[in-house]
């Protein structure tokens, strides 16, 4: 506005002394007057881009502060669930070192297991004779030691009292079951399936019943077992190892197995002991 103003004094001077000054003094003030008209509108031009450029650059700011809190606030949560994340790998790290060792100790219970079974097995084998175990098999089976008395051996034909044959053989596994006292003793009547009659004695479950329980009655009577850890059971003619169709497969089937097991109550702890998992995550 200024310079507008300058513009048009200059021009009223020219005006008024229109009459006072030469023609070339005129022509030099018209010079004049075009010049800074020609400036003032390079000016005003420069002016305007250079408010457009501001405009720009304002606008520009904006966008990029804009941005700014927008990228903030995403590595913000970013951050937020890196530090989620860790904890999540934390509980799963600690989960897997307890289930490790949960299972180490199932593992190291097992192994103890089946080394106690394998020495107990061991130390059968060597106390019975070599007429003794042609009536006595002894094996390790599913981490239970079985051992199975061949039925001629330790009763007469039909009868469940235990022959005085078979109380020299019963008194060695006797003296094995009590060196292991941390073991169980279930002692299981089997016979074959040729139907028996007679007093007191209805059918083979009948037989293989008493005859699993004469022979854990002799085990705490005449041996001293705690019969706390004795059991008996009769599975009849229902649990063969041998077709029933010929001779030798119904004496094979006709025996009576003790069956030494460790106790349940260790493992059974084990599993009250095992890690609990959070199913949220």
């Given at each position: 506005?200024?310079?507008?103003?300058?513009?048009?004094?200059?021009?009223?001077?020219?005006?008024?002394?229109?009459?006072?000054?030469?023609?070339?003094?005129?022509?030099?003030?018209?010079?004049?007057?075009?010049?800074?008209?020609?400036?003032?509108?390079?000016?005003?031009?420069?002016?305007?881009?250079?408010?457009?450029?501001?405009?720009?650059?304002?606008?520009?700011?904006?966008?990029?502060?804009?941005?700014?809190?927008?990228?903030?606030?995403?590595?913000?949560?970013?951050?937020?669930?890196?530090?989620?994340?860790?904890?999540?790998?934390?509980?799963?790290?600690?989960?897997?070192?307890?289930?490790?060792?949960?299972?180490?100790?199932?593992?190291?219970?097992?192994?103890?297991?089946?080394?106690?079974?394998?020495?107990?097995?061991?130390?059968?084998?060597?106390?019975?004779?070599?007429?003794?175990?042609?009536?006595?098999?002894?094996?390790?089976?599913?981490?239970?030691?079985?051992?199975?008395?061949?039925?001629?051996?330790?009763?007469?034909?039909?009868?469940?009292?235990?022959?005085?044959?078979?109380?020299?053989t019963l008194s060695?596994?006797?003296?094995?079951?009590?060196?292991y006292n941390n073991?169980?003793?279930?002692?299981?009547?089997?016979?074959?399936?040729?139907?028996?009659?007679?007093?007191?004695?209805?059918?083979?479950?009948?037989?293989?019943?008493?005859?699993?329980?004469?022979?854990?009655?002799?085990?705490?009577?005449?041996?001293?077992?705690?019969?706390?850890?004795?059991?008996?059971?009769?599975?009849?003619?229902?649990?063969?190892?041998?077709?029933?169709?010929?001779?030798?497969?119904?004496?094979?089937?006709?025996?009576?197995?003790?069956?030494?097991?460790?106790?349940?109550?260790?493992?059974?702890?084990?599993?009250?002991?095992?890690?609990?998992?959070?199913?949220?995550?």
């Open positions: 506005m200024k310079i507008k103003s300058m513009l048009i004094v200059v021009g009223l001077c020219g005006l008024m002394t229109t009459g006072c000054v030469t023609n070339k003094k005129y022509q030099q003030l018209q010079g004049d007057y075009m010049s800074t008209r020609e400036s003032l509108i390079k000016c005003e031009a420069n002016g305007e881009n250079l408010q457009h450029q501001l405009d720009a650059a304002q606008k520009n700011n904006e966008q990029l502060r804009a941005g700014l809190a927008e990228l903030k606030s995403t590595l913000d949560k970013s951050m937020d669930q890196n530090a989620q994340g860790n904890v999540n790998i934390a509980k799963l790290v600690d989960e897997i070192n307890a289930s490790n060792k949960y299972i180490k100790q199932l593992v190291d219970a097992k192994s103890k297991s089946d080394s106690l079974n394998i020495a107990l097995t061991n130390k059968l084998t060597r106390s019975l004779s070599t007429d003794e175990l042609k009536d006595v098999d002894v094996k390790v089976l599913k981490g239970v030691v079985y051992i199975s008395l061949a039925d001629n051996m330790l009763f007469k034909t039909g009868s469940y009292e235990v022959s005085s044959r078979a109380m020299e060695k596994i006797a003296k094995i079951i009590k060196d073991y169980d003793v279930l002692v299981e009547g089997n016979t074959d399936n040729v139907p028996i009659s007679r007093t007191n004695i209805r059918n083979n479950w009948d037989l293989s019943t008493l005859r699993a329980s004469s022979v854990v009655q002799v085990l705490q009577n005449d041996f001293d077992i705690n019969p706390k850890r004795l059991s008996a059971a009769g599975r009849g003619e229902y649990n063969p190892i041998a077709d029933n169709d010929s001779e030798v497969g119904r004496q094979r089937n006709r025996r009576t197995e003790i069956i030494i097991t460790p106790k349940l109550d260790e493992f059974l702890d084990l599993i009250d002991k095992a890690p609990e998992t959070d199913n949220a995550n």
